[in-house]
């Protein structure tokens, strides 16, 4: 199994029939307790699986990493082991990567995550490996807090133990998962679901832990929980333990926002689809069936959604689709006897505006009556003003300003931009943000979107999140002459027939 650190994963199948176990031990500072650690690595483990040891020195500044190769040298372990040391620091995240890494390149199948300062027990090795083996779970963390006060009991500081309940509440909640604990060490993965996540862009810091859960969970993989002995001896904690906090909430939230389209961060992009498949309307969608008339003949450029499409025509609409390709490629559309033109794709209007509404006129000079119906995101919305004014301004995947847009449009500039290129503008409509995408609770969603509603009509320049345009294009001097010659040919017959009578 490899992989480019990037979630490519290219298969390369493993010929032993055991399956490769990679026990990594990350290690700093830890000379009295590396040796204690490998040696409980349990023998019965060689039974099931082709065992490897990988410990890696995080530059320690005592002789962990010379207790380490004499260790293996003597043999101290039943297994192959291999140690290495960073010649600088990586950190704890880093370190893990390093690791990962490791297995990936060595084509192991699972890789088990001890501490070299002892604090979790190496004896619980079979139980952990076991849901792994057994394809039951892509992930197993061992966990000190399944059993009621286990942790208490094996000398976890109270404040450590009510800060660990804290911020798993807390991250539970804003991730929509039901682990016991976010922040044990202990950690067993298969190495093909490492492959799949981009864990080479977390964190160096303590909270690479946080941040490959959170992958995991996006990435749809599973993970399973096994209690624990919990063991706090004299081992030096190196975790600064507000600036963790700060950062496992950072972090969690930023993961959570990201769904809603408004942060962008690659390392959290990685889920195992796209969204679910809709059954209701988008806002914008329902405000463009309101807007038509009874019964319309309507030619849509660009794909809809089938929902979109279906409602459509349950209400009477008679729909022609073609693809928006004919604008780029600069292709004739017959658009007559059509009533609306609906550009549904928003591409076309990012990439090339001026192109594109140049094309709609030429295309429309002879139907000046027809209606046009756009949408665009409004990049000056309220949230966009203040992450600028914060310095942040990324784009996402979706939404208001995704990977696809090239030029962005205000309310001024979307206006300005049919104006001047010959149409008249009928309506704009400032839509609000799409709650019923984000809110599971249908109340409240449909409170935030009235009041959302109702700021947009009051200053939509500010409070849209995007625009709905209805416009109509000029008449146009082909279609001005025509008509002229048409009237002037009708007259000139009526004063033939004048002079004809008398």
Known sequence: ???????????????????????????????????????????????????????????????????????????????????????????YGGNQKIGFYYALENGFDWVALVHGDGQYAPECL????????????????????????????????FYKY???????????????????????????YAVEALA??????????????????????????????????????????????LQYAANVCLATMQ??????????DRKFDCRAKEDEPRTTLEYLEAAVVESLAPKASLLVLGEIDPIFEETLRAEGHDIVVVSADVILNDEEVNVSGYDYLFVADEVALSLHPEEMVSYLLKICSHTPQIKIIFHAGNIAFILTRVLLLLGRFSY???????????????????????????????????????????????????????????????????????????VQPLPSLPYLLDKAVHVSSTKKDDIDCEECNT
């Not at 079979?126 to 000190?144: C, D, M, N, T, Y």
């Not at 993970?223 to 904690?237: A, N, S, V, W």
């Not at 993961?255 to 962008?264: E, L, P």
């Open 255 to 264: 993961s959570r926002v990201q769904k809603y389209h408004i942060f962008y």
């Open 1 to 91: 199994m490899k992989s480019n650190m990037g979630g490519e994963v290219v298969s390369q199948r493993n010929l032993n029939p055991k399956g490769r176990l990679l026990i990594f031990i990350v290690a700093y500072n830890a000379e009295l307790t590396i040796e204690s650690v490998v040696q409980r690595i349990p023998q019965q483990l060689g039974d099931q699986f082709d065992v490897e040891i990988l410990i890696i020195d995080d530059s320690s500044q005592d002789n962990t990493f010379v207790r380490s190769e004499l260790a293996r040298r003597a043999g101290i372990a039943p297994y192959e082991m291999t140690v290495l040391f960073n010649p600088v620091n990586q950190g």
């Open 196 to 241: 799949k996540v981009p864990f080479s862009l977390n964190s160096n810091d303590f909270h690479f832990d946080t941040e490959i859960i959170i992958q995991f969970l996006r990435a749809g993989h599973r993970i399973k929980e096994l209690p624990i002995p919990t063991f706090y001896g004299d081992e030096i904690c190196h975790v600064n333990g």
């Open 126 to 157: 079979p139980q952990l490996i076991e849901p792994l083996a057994a394809g039951k779970a892509e992930a197993v963390f061992g966990s000190r807090m399944l059993e009621n006060r286990s942790a208490l009991r094996g000398g976890m500081p």
């Open 396 to 470: 996402t995947r979706k939404g208001l300003v995704n990977f696809k847009q090239k030029r962005l449009f205000t309310l001024r500039s979307l206006r300005k931009l049919f104006v001047q290129n010959g149409f008249s503008i009928c309506s704009i409509q400032g839509m609000p943000l799409p709650y019923n995408r984000f809110c599971s609770w249908k109340t409240f969603a449909a409170v935030c979107k009235n009041t959302h509603t109702f700021l947009a009509k009051v200053w939509a320049a500010l409070f849209a999140y995007q625009f709905l345009l209805i």
């Open 162 to 188: 009510v800060g660990n309940k804290i911020l798993t509440k807390f991250q539970n909640t804003l991730l929509q998962s039901d682990l016991s604990e976010f922040h044990s060490g202990y950690r067993l």
